[in-house]
């Protein structure tokens, strides 16, 4: 399976834009990239998806690099129930699930 | 998206003894997963389970240890045998969602402690 390479922490302050980036130098061309989430005493929890273009969705922003080597979540403005452990996910359609180490969000009011 | 229920959310258990976890979703699904999450650490899956056929598991990850059951498309259960303390552990359903085959819906998870 293609790895991927988060930061352990990240800070950020609250409503301020938040860039979480995600290294994936080994993605094959049907590897879909995702991104979860995961909350304290939670599951893990969808926010976007994408294969090739950028997407918004109502949660957050995913920028593909061009080369599709590496990602970028941005949560436009952090609060403070956005702290949480984010996941990037590379996945071949159909295929299961299988989580990386993440990075752990840390909003400062 | 699915909805999920997971049972019990938590429990403290005695050494050699073992658990079952119950995983309910609201609407069929094809296939559903069963992840362990270690104090701290992330998600590890322990194995895939499709309604009317054998659990596939991972390595590391063996039926005798984690039996697991997917008697029809709505539920599924994993137990837990012959527990120890590196038992302890949370462990989580995961099903595909409505978002189909492009996003997963996750059980709020069971926290398992072996004493």
């Given at each position: 399976d293609a790895k991927t390479t988060q930061p352990n922490s990240m800070?950020?302050?609250?409503?301020?834009?938040?860039?979480?980036?995600c290294n994936h130098s080994t993605i094959s061309g049907t590897d879909y990239i995702h991104w979860y989430r995961q909350l304290p005493?939670?599951?893990?929890?969808?926010?976007?998806?994408?294969?090739t273009s950028n997407v918004?969705?109502?949660?957050?922003?995913?920028a593909i690099a061009e080369d599709r080597k590496s990602s970028t979540l941005i949560l436009h403005r952090a609060t403070l129930r956005d702290a949480a452990v984010y996941y990037c996910i590379l996945r071949v359609l159909n295929n299961d699930m299988r989580f990386g180490a993440g990075t752990r969000l840390t909003v400062k009011p | 998206s699915a909805v999920i229920s997971q049972k019990p959310s938590r429990d403290i258990c005695?050494?050699?003894?073992?658990?079952?976890?119950?995983?309910?979703?609201?609407?069929?699904?094809?296939?559903?997963?069963?992840?362990?999450?270690?104090?701290?650490?992330?998600?590890t899956l322990i194995a895939t389970a499709n309604q009317g056929s054998e659990a596939t598991y991972?390595?590391?990850?063996?039926?005798?240890?984690?039996?697991?059951?997917r008697p029809n498309l709505t539920f599924s259960t994993l137990?837990?045998?012959?527990?120890?303390?590196?038992?302890?552990?949370?462990?989580?359903?995961?099903?595909?969602?409505?978002?189909?085959?492009?996003?997963?819906?996750?059980?709020?998870?069971?926290?398992?402690?072996?004493?």
């Amino acid at each position: 399976d293609a790895k991927t390479t988060q930061p352990n922490s990240m800070e950020s302050n609250e409503e301020e834009p938040v860039h979480l980036p995600c290294n994936h130098s080994t993605i094959s061309g049907t590897d879909y990239i995702h991104w979860y989430r995961q909350l304290p005493s939670q599951g893990p929890e969808y926010v976007i998806h994408g294969l090739t273009s950028n997407v918004n969705n109502r949660m957050a922003s995913l920028a593909i690099a061009e080369d599709r080597k590496s990602s970028t979540l941005i949560l436009h403005r952090a609060t403070l129930r956005d702290a949480a452990v984010y996941y990037c996910i590379l996945r071949v359609l159909n295929n299961d699930m299988r989580f990386g180490a993440g990075t752990r969000l840390t909003v400062k009011p | 998206s699915a909805v999920i229920s997971q049972k019990p959310s938590r429990d403290i258990c005695q050494r050699g003894t073992s658990l079952t976890i119950q995983c309910q979703v609201d609407s069929q699904v094809t296939m559903m997963f069963w992840y362990r999450q270690q104090p701290g650490q992330s998600l590890t899956l322990i194995a895939t389970a499709n309604q009317g056929s054998e659990a596939t598991y991972e390595s590391g990850f063996v039926i005798d240890k984690f039996p697991i059951s997917r008697p029809n498309l709505t539920f599924s259960t994993l137990t837990v045998s012959n527990m120890s303390p590196e038992d302890s552990s949370i462990y989580l359903c995961s099903v595909e969602g409505d978002r189909g085959p492009y996003g997963y819906t996750f059980g709020s998870g069971t926290r398992l402690t072996v004493v």
